[in-house]
């Protein structure tokens, strides 16, 4: 399971560096910052899934400030929200750390 979640980390992560290269690239050749929504970006993959779940939103998250977290989640630009994920996925899947107790000869 820990192999699978830093799989899908770096992918994500892969993924992220990507869109950084693209969103950079766009901003350059139109001499102007400019970032893809992760809206945008996910639309453009595929569509039906983000109207999909675009539509269950608002059934999915109940509360005034659940659908403004949400809305903030979809505006912001892709490449933090995979890095964000990536990253998550990389922390759960990396190894535990084992304690060891060392004794010194100073006791």
Avoid: C, E
Wanted: without cysteine; glycine residues 6%; charged residues 10%.
């Amino acid at each position: 399971m820990r192999f699978l979640l830093r799989i899908l980390g770096t992918w994500a992560l892969g993924l992220a560096l990507i869109l950084v290269i693209k969103d950079i690239t766009i901003s350059l050749s139109t001499m102007s910052i400019s970032f893809s929504s992760f809206a945008q970006t996910w639309q453009d993959l595929h569509a039906p899934s983000f109207i999909y779940v675009s539509q269950n939103t608002l059934n999915w998250f109940a509360s005034f400030s659940a659908q403004n977290f949400a809305q903030f989640f979809f505006d912001s630009p892709a490449w933090i929200i995979l890095s964000f994920f990536g990253i998550l996925l990389l922390l759960l899947g990396r190894k535990k750390k084992i304690k060891s107790f060392v004794k010194s000869g100073w006791g």
